[in-house]
């Protein structure tokens, strides 16, 4: 059922192509004595984290100077198709960038390498990653990738606006209805202005996805054979997203299809905004970045934010897989987490790394979105992530504008959920 999934995504020749090379033993090209040499390749998709990447492959061929290493980078847009082309003529990079949906795909074709190896010799350990973190790619008890950096969700908010309308900061405790009363006090107090109090991107991650996970629920089952959104407590986690913006506490679907929600913050028109970490730089050099500060989501049954981040893997197949396991290790190691860090390429994923990152913008809270993976739910996910994804989208938008009741939509995405998953 995999290999159906598979073929769809990568294409049949890929497959044929990929016959045998699961097993292949690494390090066959490297020499007899276990010195490391030879090329590698190193694919991102990032080119603002280039120079990072750069720092680790200059640092690593220090230490090793018969390896030499290219870093390619290709946009995110062109990035996934390239490897499939690369992967069929069984050319992917030595080491390259995967994220969680896409290791549903590629592991289970035999494109990538485990790190078990790796594990096993000492030379990475997971306790060193959040556990979330790991458990994104891990697939059937075997890990396909080393963690490189993370992301989390938390709520930014404007001081100022809060100040304005009267209402106080959050606290680190507070509630759905705490949340749900200061939103909808904004909005009253500061319609005039045209000001809301909560603006998100209605798409999972930084949105409904982590209240239904406060709300006990689930997107999908651990065994990705079942859809959660028939579940009661899932539906309540839909249901407090269509609440408040038929409550006016936040814009409709469509006007925030028409502004998106970083520019409804940015300029001053929401006073909270449920995003991830990353969006740091891009508030630190908005308009309002003075008055910002950041909270963790407000709890329901339980506190959750969904986590994810990139991890760096092997080709299976490479010509040179002791030099890239090894670069793969140096990569996740402590050394390299600390050049992430101190030229803010993104949240490292080595524990006690990220203190420069939180540096970064001091006035903001950053703590926060680290403290966060104490909580934090891996991103849901399973072999065909994007179909039932695009049901998603297709479907709770008539919940969230109010056109169909909340529950008979996630019934609706239950069912033809669970069919697709049926196909996996």
């Known amino acids: 059922m995999r290999g159906k999934f598979a073929a769809a995504a990568l294409g049949s020749a890929m497959l044929v192509a990929l016959t045998g090379c699961a097993g292949a033993a690494p390090g066959t090209d490297d020499s007899a004595d276990g010195e490391l040499s030879g ?5 991102i998709w990032d080119e603002r984290q280039q120079p990072a990447m750069e720092a680790m492959a200059a640092a690593f061929t220090e230490q090793h100077p018969d390896v030499s290493i290219s870093v390619e980078v290709t946009p995110f847009s062109q990035y996934w198709t390239k490897l499939q082309t690369q992967g ?107 000001t809301y109090g909560v603006v998100a991107e209605l798409t999972g991650q930084q949105s409904y996805y982590d209240t239904i996970f406060q709300a006990g629920g689930y997107v999908i089952s651990d065994d990705m054979k079942k859809s959660g959104y028939d579940d009661p407590k899932t539906i309540a986690g839909l249901q407090y997203w269509t609440d408040l913006i038929a409550s006016g506490a936040s814009p409709s679907v469509q006007q925030l299809s028409d502004t998106l929600p970083n520019q409804w913050f940015t300029s001053g028109k929401a006073a909270f ?8 730089s891009e508030i630190a050099a908005s308009p309002v970045a003075a008055d910002v500060k950041t909270a963790p989501m407000p709890v329901e049954e339980k506190a959750a934010t969904v986590i994810h981040g990139v991890a760096n893997v092997i080709a299976a197949d490479g010509k040179n897989k002791a030099a890239a396991a090894a670069f793969q290790a140096y990569l996740g190691s402590e050394d ?79 069912e033809r959920m669970n069919e697709l998953l049926a196909e996996e």
């Open 39 to 43: 090329e590698l390749t190193y694919a």
């Open 88 to 194: 069929s003529a069984k050319e992917l990079p030595d080491v390259f960038w995967m994220n969680g949906p896409n290791a549903k795909v590629y592991a289970p074709s035999g494109l990538l390498e485990p790190i078990d190896a790796l594990v096993e010799s000492g030379e990475v350990d997971p306790s060193n990653y959040p556990e979330a973190l790991n458990e994104l790619y891990t697939l059937d008890g075997t890990q396909w990738g080393v963690p490189k950096d993370f992301d989390t969700i938390g709520v930014w908010y404007n001081t100022a606006l809060l100040a304005k309308a009267g209402v106080a900061e959050p606290t680190a405790d507070w509630t759905w209805d705490d949340f749900a009363v200061a939103a909808q006090t904004v909005s009253d107090t500061l319609a005039a202005e045209g």
């Open 273 to 280: 905004y449920w995003a991830g970490s990353w969006l740091a």
């Open 336 to 414: 390299a987490a600390l050049i992430s860090a101190d030229m803010r390429a993104a949240i490292p994923a080595f524990n006690g790394t990220q203190q420069a990152w939180v540096d970064s913008e001091p006035t903001f809270g950053l703590q926060m979105f680290l403290d966060a993976t104490e909580y934090a739910v891996p991103d849901p996910e399973s072999y065909n992530t994007t179909a039932w994804r695009e049901l998603e989208y297709e479907l709770l938008p008539q919940a969230f504008s109010g056109e169909r009741p909340t529950e008979e939509v996630a019934k609706e995405l239950a």
